[in-house]
């Protein structure tokens, strides 16, 4: 799976996730530009896209991730552990 089909895929997930427009979700989007991104939809996030990508995701790194590209960032890492995550 490239990049580019985890970030659409990870934009699915938010969209459905923060219901929002699909369109309105860039690699930029940062927690703070959404209303809806509390602790609690952060985890539903979280296990929505554990869910899609059938992989665990690391807590600590997750939680800390600042926008849509670190988060991409971080299941990239998770579906290519031979490449380990740099953050």
């Known amino acids: 799976m490239s990049r580019?089909?985890?970030?659409?895929a990870t934009r699915d997930v938010m969209a459905r996730t923060f219901r929002l427009d699909r369109?309105?979700?860039t690699e930029d989007t940062r927690a703070?530009?959404?209303l809806r991104w509390d602790s609690l939809n952060h985890l539903?996030?979280?296990l929505g896209l554990e869910k899609r990508f059938n992989t665990?995701?690391?807590a600590?790194?997750?939680?800390?991730?600042?926008?849509?590209r670190g988060v991409v960032d971080?299941?990239?890492?998770?579906?290519?552990?031979?490449?380990g995550y740099d953050g």
């Open 56 to 58: 665990a995701l690391p």
């Open 60 to 68: 600590e790194p997750m939680r800390m991730a600042q926008n849509v």
């Open 44 to 46: 539903t996030l979280v």
């Open 23 to 25: 369109a309105s979700i």
């Open 4 to 8: 580019q089909d985890i970030l659409e």
């Open 32 to 34: 703070d530009d959404v």
């Open 74 to 83: 971080l299941i990239v890492a998770a579906l290519n552990p031979s490449r």
